[in-house]
């Protein structure tokens, strides 16, 4: 049981450039969410999905997209990054009762 | 929206002191739940409390969830340097995603 799992875990992007952060989980949750983490904000919700082909918007959506193509798979879009994207980027799945999340390892995305 | 704060910010503290970190919410919360970051790592989940008034220990950790379910707390007694790191809070309002506190950051000086 690997958990959740996050790749890659560490970029570097310019302004402008577009790519995507992977999340897979294999304890079969519905539940799965997107953070950010920068200093002295804690953690921010991005996107969540409830299950396959649902996905809504949570605090801060604006410059990314995300998909829910599979139970397992919950990708991470920036579609044109801006400096202000840099971050520490969590994916994390939720169980059922007592509904706790689990967290990946993080990605550390830097855009100059 | 749904607001979570969490104070202090920072604490530091010397080993065999207690540590105390508050959570207020500024809506009532279905439940909350709290969560261990150490430095470099990810949020781990530590507890969920459900019910007003509840009480919850883990070894030297009490939680504690107020009894208009709108506040917690963490206590921790006797710290310890292994009791590094961030702990969070994270309140939920029915199916409402969690809301995550911005954490209280706590050193241990040996």
């Known amino acids: 049981n690997a958990g959740v799992t996050q790749t890659p875990k560490f970029q570097v992007l310019k302004t402008g450039q577009s790519m995507t952060l992977q999340c897979a989980q294999d304890?079969?949750?519905?539940?799965m969410s997107w953070y950010r983490q920068d200093p002295g904000m804690g953690l921010r919700l991005i996107h969540y999905?409830?299950?396959?082909?649902?996905?809504d918007q949570g605090e801060v959506p604006n410059g990314y997209n995300v998909s829910r193509s599979t139970t397992e798979d919950f990708p991470l879009r920036l579609l044109s990054a801006a400096p202000s994207q840099t971050s520490v980027y969590f994916c994390?799945?939720?169980?059922?009762?007592?509904?706790?999340?689990?967290f990946g390892p993080g990605t550390r995305l830097t855009v100059t | 929206g749904q607001q979570v704060m969490q104070i202090p910010q920072y604490q530091h503290v010397q080993e065999g002191e207690d540590f105390t970190t508050y959570c207020n919410s500024s809506?009532?919360?279905?439940?909350i739940q709290w969560y261990k970051q150490r430095p470099g790592g990810h949020p781990v989940f530590l507890i969920q409390?459900?019910?007003?008034?509840e009480v919850k220990k883990q070894k030297r950790l009490t939680f504690q969830f107020g009894e208009a379910k709108k506040n917690s707390s963490l206590h921790i007694t006797a710290t310890q340097t292994t009791d590094v790191g961030t702990y969070f809070c994270?309140?939920?309002?029915?199916?409402?995603?969690?809301?995550f506190g911005k954490g209280t950051r706590l050193s241990v000086i040996a």
């Open positions: 994390a799945s939720r169980g059922t009762a007592p509904y706790e999340q689990y």
């Open positions: 304890m079969n949750h519905e539940y």
């Open positions: 999905s409830v299950g396959a082909g649902i996905t």
């Open positions: 809506t009532t919360l279905s439940n």
């Open positions: 409390l459900v019910k007003s008034g």
């Open positions: 994270a309140g939920r309002r029915g199916n409402t995603p969690l809301v």
